[in-house]
């Protein structure tokens, strides 16, 4: 029902930023929760980031607070991931995932929708 898409990656040097978007379409987008969460090569896929339905609440996992900042533009079915301060152990493939009606959304189960990734690759 919900197709999502992210858009942002690349690679840049430690210490600098990147923005990454999740466009949302064929859904009611107000409705979901909206996490990111990030895969390294040969690591399981982690929670980074969520960010409720009105935008007003947000959560982070503890080794990206006070460098990223999630957001969101209901009016535009977008939700957004600001990544300053950027290390090397930031490099991986970034997921957004959608979904209601969850207790937690810290688990990948929690989320409906996934995206198919943007990578962020950090060099040192």
């Known amino acids: 029902q919900v197709q999502l898409v992210e858009s942002g990656g690349g690679l840049v040097q430690a210490g600098g930023s990147l923005r990454l978007s999740c466009a949302a379409s064929?859904?009611?987008?107000?409705?979901?929760?909206v996490g990111w969460f990030r895969q390294a090569p040969g690591k399981e896929r982690e929670f980074v980031a969520r960010?409720?339905?009105?935008?007003?609440?947000?959560y982070y996992v503890d080794s990206v607070k006070g460098r990223f900042t999630i957001s969101r533009d209901n009016a535009k079915n977008t939700v957004y991931l600001q990544m300053n301060s950027l290390k090397p152990e930031d490099t991986a493939v970034y997921y957004c995932?959608?979904?209601?009606?969850?207790?937690?959304?810290?688990?990948?189960?929690?989320?409906?929708?996934w995206g198919q990734g943007t990578q962020v690759t950090i060099s040192s």
């Open positions: 064929g859904g009611t987008f107000s409705n979901y929760v």
């Open positions: 960010i409720s339905t009105s935008g007003v609440i947000t």
């Open positions: 995932g959608a979904g209601r009606n969850r207790r937690s959304y810290l688990m990948q189960y929690d989320y409906d929708y």
